[in-house]
């Protein structure tokens, strides 16, 4: 798990886009794979896309075309930008480690919420 602010949501159309920023910190950021977790009211929290430390990436199949993850390891930052965004989009999201075990984190930050008008 590790300690990052989201920023960049907001409210869009839909087929709009947007760019959401994980500013990450610890010296370890850039050795950890890295997700994009999104939960809508009343649903479970799932995962969006994640990215490993090499910069390999996977994605949902709901956002598959659509969304792209990508790292500056620099900046300790990773990125979501969201293309061709439909209601359904709508949730907050939120970045954190990935593992495994995500299901089981037990610290999440703020996330930043996304809404999605059709």
């Known amino acids: 798990q590790v300690q990052a602010v989201e920023s960049g949501g907001g409210l869009v159309q839909a087929g709009g886009s947007l760019r959401l920023s994980c500013a990450a910190s610890g010296s370890t950021f850039r050795f950890n794979s890295i997700g994009w977790y999104r939960q809508a009211p009343g649903k479970q929290r799932e995962l969006v896309a994640r990215i490993s430390s090499g910069g390999t990436t996977n994605y949902a199949d709901s956002v598959n075309g659509r969304f792209t993850i990508s790292r500056d390891n620099g900046k300790n930052t990773v990125y979501l930008q969201m293309n061709s965004l439909k209601p359904e989009d709508t949730a907050v999201y939120f970045c954190?480690?990935?593992?495994?075990?995500?299901?089981?984190?037990?610290?999440w930050g703020q996330g930043t919420q996304v809404t999605v008008s059709s």
């Open positions: 954190n480690t990935f593992s495994s075990g995500w299901r089981s984190y037990d610290y």
